[in-house]
């Protein structure tokens, strides 16, 4: 318990098996960077495929076999691991282990989280679960290939999925041990003055997105329990009787239900979509405020919406079996919570769109990541609204309407949040600003290519291409007219990963030659930018904290600068 | 510096941070078995009528009260045993502590007793989809067991008697956390027991 | 909970001893209702109604909940609300499933 900090650590302690929030995060942080990238790889040859189909793949097609074309098994497989690693190893690693290890300890003011050993623990069970997805592809018989999602009865049968629930069970306890951590810290460790309504909107967003995974994730848990059971014990809980499998009757006892992990599956996945999205919300509200100079708009509504948002996101789920064949009682149930909430969302929104009023806006990158999410997440949720109403959702279940949908959400809104907290935080933690005009570069194209690879998924989707197609719908009349779009797509994809290149080549040349700041290079006024930079080891701060103002006192009349750190008297 | 309250309580709370942590960790816990007894429920409405009942019949009722009242008495010495430390009797605590461990080895006993029982009549998870929810509900909780023996029985060793001097308060409040899991094994098998058995 | 001293502890024990013969009798009351002959439903209940109470008395005196602090109850509550989310609301819409 004692953060040993007056002993001499050695490199091991220091560096690898950390209990430094700081150093957790950033551990969280590089290696949910790399998985992103991973994943995005494997997405690049799958719109290969996909715009060019049956031709060899350029560069990887020899690790897919002779002809190196994509098999449409190996199609699948990348499928599958692409929407897994995407979400379990990349975007939510990087928004609640990166970024809420370790900045909630700096912004209420702590000098680390409430449990820092149970906190390396949870960073080496991510670990752990990313090698063993990762290590499912060098497997006999390859990765998982059915979806992310995991549906039986093919996940039962299907070659790959004992190692992806394998792989899941790390991950989830993973993020069990972190939320609680992220719970205890903010109920218990906020700085004297800090109270529950002086909170900045991004330690808001880490909270109720802990509790959405602390509660919502044991269910699949159990889920993925039970599928193993199927898979390796030869029960039958997800197998209905009388199953038959490539001309065989299956041989287990049967009464199993597919529905029964369906609900269990979206039990947890539905709320795993707002845990996506809160934490880059709460990002957006910090840059925003800061770089329009004014306090975010309707703060209270800010956090009022956000909790209610996580408690409906619990009532959603079976939104994504509408075509299951429920009833009409529980379809209209399940239709009309999903229409309440996109009102929270919409609050969230509108109070930030109502924050640019009147502000003294200042174009920098983070900003400009921050502001293109408003109209990209803007996207994400309006084409929602079709999939949220059961008639309409009849037409554009699981076609590209729907991959369209979700991707704006996640993409060009979830990640674009998460590039500008990285320039936006890069000079705390290392006392180096990311350059500008790399940066730019860096923006402008991946706005402009994002936009490319997923507006015309909502056209192909309303023409009724089904999603999870190796030959991206060929075979399909009414895809014809569509069909066009993929080329166009993957270029885009394509140009979209090149777009990436000024980031990375930003990231290492400002690690080291970056313009040298101080503490608070953006006229912050939370409660990190009062910490060195980057913040002293194990006590983060130089002398304790005490908070007496608002999270957001910018432009207060009659004040000399145009920001009041919280921590000032 | 250390992380604050982990010893004494936040004021405003009035929790030490173990102690909230540890029920966020069993409120996640309440929805694992949740999740697993609501799979019990649904698969037993979508079973042909009569069928899980056939199944349960086959468990032995006397067995399971015998656990059911092992894992009530351990639940007893485990808060005995923090009460004694709360006394400043480290003797007693060992004692209880002890006894604690020992209801616990008893329960997987008769658990082992239990399925080896059933593997010998040909009866394995894989022959009724009541046997897979019995055997993943009991097997699963069994785990919890181990785990709680494990952190138990670290507490009860020599460590247990470094903790105590170098720093009691804080060890006490350990055994209260502890124990709280361990009523919490217990409470989830107060459940699992009619549900299973007498259903 | 620290600043407990003797003499409350040991009115402590009192109680914990006496939630001990409860449960224990409960245990008894559990397993002798399983034998009734009453409907399906009826034994549901009593089931789970007798295992509510066991577990209210753990919950309660062992577990200290009967004086626990706001914020952990609060915590419980809404997780129990989840929980018969998660208990219900599959089963409803299984059982308002049209006829396929």
């Known amino acids: 318990m004692s953060s040993d900090s007056h002993h001499k650590e050695n490199f091991l302690q220091k560096y690898i098996f950390s209990v430094d929030h700081k150093i957790i995060g950033l551990q969280y942080g590089i290696t949910s960077l790399l998985f992103l990238f991973f994943g995005f790889s494997l997405m690049m040859i799958m719109r290969w495929q996909l715009a060019y189909p049956e031709t060899p793949v350029p560069i990887v097609g020899s690790l897919l076999g002779e002809t190196g074309i994509l098999l449409p098994e190996i199609y699948n497989s990348l499928g599958a691991m692409h929407g897994t690693i995407m979400i379990f190893l990349g975007v939510v690693p990087l928004a609640v282990g990166a970024f809420g290890n370790y900045f909630v300890p700096l912004q209420i003011g702590t000098v680390d989280m409430a449990f820092p050993r149970l906190n390396a623990a949870s960073y080496w069970s991510y670990f752990i679960g990313g090698v063993v997805m990762v290590s499912s592809f060098f497997m006999p018989g390859g990765a998982a290939r059915s979806g992310w999602t995991s549906y039986p009865?093919?996940?039962?049968?299907?070659?790959?999925?004992?190692?992806?629930?394998?792989?899941?069970?790390?991950?989830?306890?993973?993020?069990?041990?972190?939320?609680?951590?992220?719970?205890?810290?903010?109920?218990?460790?906020?700085?004297?003055?800090?109270?529950?309504?002086?909170?900045p909107f991004f330690v808001w967003g880490q909270f109720v997105t802990s509790f959405l995974l602390v509660l919502a994730f044991p269910p699949l848990e159990a889920a993925a329990i039970l599928q193993l059971m199927d898979r390796v014990a030869s029960t039958s809980f997800f197998l209905p009787s009388g199953l038959v499998y490539a001309g065989a009757p299956v041989e287990v006892y049967g009464s199993g239900s597919p529905l029964l992990w369906q609900h269990l599956f979206w039990f947890l996945a539905h709320p795993e979509v707002y845990v996506l999205i809160?934490?880059?919300?709460?990002?957006?509200?910090?840059?925003?405020?800061?770089?329009?100079?004014?306090?975010?708009?309707?703060?209270?509504?800010?956090?009022?919406?956000?909790?209610?948002?996580?408690?409906?996101?619990?009532?959603?789920?079976?939104?994504?079996?509408?075509?299951?064949?429920?009833?009409?009682?529980?379809?209209?149930?399940?239709?009309?919570?999903?229409?309440?909430?996109?009102?929270?969302?919409?609050?969230?929104?509108?109070?930030?769109?109502?924050?640019?009023?009147?502000?003294?806006?200042?174009?920098?990158?983070?900003?400009?990541?921050?502001?293109?999410?408003?109209?990209?997440?803007g996207i994400g949720g309006l084409t929602g609204l079709p999939l949220g109403v059961g008639a309409s959702d009849i037409h554009l279940h699981d076609t590209y309407y729907v991959i369209g949908h979700f991707h704006y959400v996640v993409a060009p809104g979830t990640l674009f949040a998460l590039f500008a907290g990285i320039y936006y935080w890069f000079p705390k933690i290392t006392g180096r600003k990311l350059s500008e005009g790399l940066g730019k570069l860096h923006f402008w194209p991946s706005l402009i290519f994002m936009n490319g690879i997923f507006m015309p998924m909502f056209i192909q989707g309303l023409a009724g291409v089904s999603r999870r197609l190796w030959d991206g719908g060929q075979l399909y009349a009414h895809a014809q007219d569509v069909l066009q779009w993929n080329e166009f797509m993957s270029i885009s994809a394509f140009c979209l990963g090149a777009a990436q290149i000024p980031f990375v080549i930003n990231v290492f040349i400002s690690m080291f030659n970056g313009e040298k700041v101080d503490r608070n290079p953006w006229g912050a006024t939370t409660l990190e930018w009062a910490a060195p930079?980057?913040?002293?080891?194990?006590?983060?701060?130089?002398?304790?904290?005490?908070?007496?103002?608002?999270?957001?006192e910018y432009s207060v009349p009659g004040a000399e600068k145009d920001f009041t750190p919280q921590s000032e008297k | 510096m250390q992380v604050p309250y982990t010893v004494e309580e936040r004021p405003e709370t009035g929790l030490n941070n173990s102690k909230l942590g540890i029920w966020v960790f069993l409120a996640s816990e309440v929805m694992l078995f949740g999740g697993l007894f609501s799979a019990y429920v649904f698969l037993r409405m979508a079973a042909p009528a009569g069928e899980f009942a056939y199944w349960g019949s086959k468990l032995s009722i006397p067995m399971a009260t015998v656990n059911t009242l092992v894992l009530i008495s351990s639940s007893v010495t485990v808060i005995?045993?923090?009460?004694?430390?709360?006394?400043?009797?480290?003797?007693?605590y060992k004692m209880y502590m002890g006894l604690t461990l020992l209801c616990?080895?008893?329960?997987?006993?008769?658990?082992?007793?239990?399925?080896?029982?059933?593997?010998?009549?040909?009866?394995?998870?894989?022959?009724?989809?009541?046997?897979?929810?019995?055997?993943?509900?009991?097997?699963?909780?069994?785990?919890?067991?181990?785990?709680?023996m494990i952190v138990m029985g670290y507490f009860w060793l020599p460590a247990g008697n470094k903790m105590w001097h170098s720093e009691p308060d804080h060890f006490t409040n350990r055994i209260e956390v502890a124990g709280l899991y361990w009523h919490f094994v217990d409470l989830v098998w107060i459940f699992l027991f009619p549900i299973l058995y007498l259903l | 909970m620290s600043d407990h001293d003797h003499g409350h502890i040991e009115e402590h024990i009192k109680v914990y001893l006496t939630v001990f013969g409860a449960l224990a009798v409960l245990t008894v009351l559990t397993v002798s209702a399983s034998y009734m002959d009453v409907s399906n439903t009826e034994a549901i209940f009593l089931a789970l109604a007798i295992a509510t109470v066991k577990a209210s008395l753990v919950a309660g005196y062992f577990m200290h909940l009967i004086t626990e602090r706001q914020t952990i109850i609060y915590i419980l509550c809404l997780t129990f609300l989840f929980f018969l989310v998660c208990m219900f609301l599959p089963l409803i819409t299984f059982i308002d499933h049209t006829a396929l």
């Open chain 2, 80 to 92: 005995m045993s923090w009460a004694s430390l709360k006394m400043k009797d480290f003797e007693k």
């Open chain 1, 278 to 377: 809160l934490p880059a919300m709460g990002i957006v509200g910090e840059i925003l405020a800061n770089n329009t100079r004014k306090p975010l708009w309707g703060y209270k509504s800010l956090v009022y919406a956000v909790i209610f948002l996580g408690f409906m996101s619990f009532i959603v789920w079976a939104h994504h079996m509408f075509l299951t064949g429920m009833g009409q009682a529980m379809s209209a149930f399940f239709q009309t919570t999903t229409m309440i909430i996109s009102i929270p969302s919409v609050v969230i929104l509108t109070a930030f769109f109502i924050s640019l009023w009147g502000g003294s806006i200042r174009y920098n990158t983070p900003m400009l990541f921050a502001l293109s999410f408003l109209p990209m997440f």
């Open chain 1, 533 to 552: 930079s980057p913040p002293l080891p194990h006590v983060n701060f130089e002398s304790s904290v005490e908070v007496y103002r608002d999270p957001y």
């Open chain 2, 104 to 148: 616990a080895l008893i329960f997987l006993v008769i658990k082992y007793f239990e399925y080896t029982g059933k593997f010998h009549h040909g009866i394995y998870p894989s022959s009724s989809t009541f046997m897979a929810i019995y055997f993943t509900l009991t097997g699963l909780h069994g785990l919890h067991i181990i785990g709680g």
């Open chain 1, 153 to 199: 009865p093919l996940s039962i049968f299907e070659s790959g999925q004992t190692i992806w629930l394998i792989g899941m069970v790390f991950l989830i306890t993973s993020s069990l041990l972190g939320s609680i951590n992220i719970i205890v810290t903010i109920v218990q460790l906020r700085a004297p003055g800090l109270s529950w309504f002086r909170l």
